[in-house]
């Protein structure tokens, strides 16, 4: 399998804009599948530069022809939110470990009230003092 | 007084906007969250200049020394009651350099500005000794400043960062002035029908995911919510005269502001890790 580090691509990896930026760059890239995407050399990867990889290369990503290589929880979790949001079919390795499918996460549900007035909560930190 | 989320709208809604010289009675203000700073801000700069009135105000200051010096240092009514068109460079220079973590800076609408303005928060809270996870903090503020600047329609905006040693929380507040949330989504026509609905329906919407102006969808609020429910972290967002507020548990308020203020203004609290 071939392995890409993200930094190839783009020369951070947080917005959308660098998102896109590294689906182009990899595209030109995908004649030889799968692809392994390393994220194990950056510092800070977004949920949304995610996002936006994972939307511009849904026909491989569906395909299973791209693995992220992650090497922690976090960045897990952000794929799981991913997978969960966007319905897709996400696969990565965790350090060397085996190929995995990520077990796509929803977003929680929160418990919604509406008020006419709002009231500051009482247990909520004041000013310092 | 504090000025808080809970009374700035209510404070700004009192202000006489026929008066040639509008009053804002800050007199009896003891303490500014940063929220407030932002949507006080937000006010003076939409009504200064924004509407093309070219209102100058006349402010009562506080009357507490404290509250009156951290305006002055935050170099408030400078900031905010002039012509972002036609400031100097050297002088914008000035405001958008933060320096700590108890800063206002302002933010100017460019292509890598949320990457900037990230790397920025990023190395702050890494020179101090402060335990939240600096990067849920970094990401948070990397998604509202690439909304302002997506959806915005507007220039520049403010960005205020604060350390409170005994609640031990980082705070960041985020204003502008610009379309708003209900202008930006309805201009999407899957979400149309926002147009006519109340502000704090379309900003609970944009919570949800892929909820977007853009026709493929966009998760950035929905990140935001996430990443701060994540380390129990609490926000507050004001858009139009609509608020969605989450409290530390998880649980989400939505409701009208006594004033209907163009753009979006959020304040989100960030924790120390124990």
């Given amino acids: 399998m071939k392995s890409i580090p993200i930094k190839q691509l783009c020369s951070t990896c947080v917005t959308r804009r660098r998102g896109q930026e590294a689906a182009s760059k990899l595209r030109g890239q995908m004649h030889v599948q799968p692809v392994e995407i390393d994220l194990s050399d950056v510092q800070m990867v977004s949920a949304s530069f995610l996002d936006e990889l994972v939307c511009q290369l849904m026909p491989y990503v569906g395909s299973g022809n791209i693995v992220f290589r992650v090497t922690d929880a976090d960045m897990e979790r952000k794929l799981q939110q991913v997978a969960g949001i966007r319905s897709a079919p996400l ?24 008020v006419i007035a709002k009231t500051p909560e009482h247990d909520e930190s004041g000013p310092p003092s | 007084m504090d000025l808080t989320f809970y009374n700035v709208d209510q404070l700004c809604s009192r202000v006489n906007l026929t008066h040639d010289r509008p009053l804002i009675d800050l007199s009896d203000v003891t303490f500014f969250r940063p929220f407030a700073l932002v949507y006080l801000g937000m006010f003076l700069r939409y009504h200064g200049y924004h509407a093309g009135r070219g209102i100058g105000f006349t402010v009562q ?214």
């Avoid at chain 2, 400031?87 to 949320?114: C, H, M, Y």
């Fill in chain 2, 61 to 274: 200051p506080p009357v507490n020394d404290q509250a009156r010096a951290y305006l002055a240092q935050q170099n408030f009514w400078e900031r905010f009651n002039f012509d972002p068109a036609s400031i100097q460079g050297e002088k914008l220079n000035r405001f958008v350099t933060s320096t700590s973590l108890n800063d206002i800076v302002d933010i100017e609408r460019r292509p890598n500005i949320a990457e900037e303005i990230g790397n920025e928060v990023t190395a702050v809270l890494r020179n101090s000794a402060v335990s939240v996870k600096v990067s849920t903090v970094a990401e948070v503020m990397i998604e509202l400043v690439d909304n302002f600047a997506g959806h915005s329609n507007r220039s520049l905006a403010a960005v205020a960062m604060q350390y409170y040693p005994k609640p031990r929380q980082v705070v960041i507040a985020i204003g502008d002035c610009g379309i708003g949330i209900r202008a930006s989504l309805a201009s999407n026509p899957r979400h149309g029908y926002l147009a006519q609905a109340p502000h704090y329906k379309a900003a609970l919407d944009a919570f949800e995911p892929l909820v977007s102006c853009k026709s493929e969808g966009g998760t950035g609020l929905t990140i935001v919510r996430d990443e701060v429910a994540n380390v129990n972290g609490s926000f507050v967002l004001a858009t139009g005269d609509g608020y969605v507020k989450m409290n530390n548990r998880g649980m989400i308020e939505a409701g009208p502001m006594a004033y209907d203020l163009p753009g979006v203004q959020m304040e989100i609290v960030f924790p120390e890790e124990p």
């Fill in chain 1, 91 to 114: 696969f990565c390795r965790s350090g060397s470990g085996d190929i995995h499918q990520v077990i796509p996460k929803s977003p929680p549900t929160y418990k919604l009230t509406y």
